[in-house]
């Protein structure tokens, strides 16, 4: 079974930068749609970004500006650079994707196990 496994998370100062990666755990055909959530403790987990497969980009208000997202097909991983990092964006960032594991397999959604993103001085 397929997983994706996200990683570059860790501790960094405010105004400081990380970029997570998320990639397939094995050889897959296709990785289509994939955003990035975060969950902080005692909050609901939100969306901070998505991509399509053709590179449209979402974000949310509160990282426009200082994170992107972007794609490299040819590896089927997805990143998300977060520069100006805040001690409010600490939390567990997990990926979300739209993968098909083989020509003849239906697209099917995943998630990541997290990664822990803390921000502190």
């Known amino acids: 079974q397929v997983q994706l496994v996200e990683s570059g998370g860790g501790l960094v100062q405010p105004g400081g930068s990380l970029r997570l990666s998320c990639a397939a755990s094995r050889t897959i055909f296709s990785i289509n749609a994939v955003a990035w959530y975060r969950q902080a403790p005692g909050k609901q987990r939100e969306l901070v970004a998505a991509i399509t497969p053709g590179g449209g980009t979402n974000y949310a208000d509160s990282v426009k500006g200082r994170f992107t997202i972007s794609r490299d097909n040819a590896k089927k991983t997805v990143y998300l650079q977060m520069n100006s990092l805040k001690p409010e964006d600490t939390a567990v960032y997990y990926c979300?994707?739209?993968?098909?594991?083989?020509?003849?397999?239906?697209?099917?959604?995943?998630w990541g196990q997290g990664t822990q993103v803390t921000v502190s001085s």
């Open positions: 979300n994707a739209e993968l098909k594991q083989s020509l003849m397999s239906s697209l099917r959604n995943y």
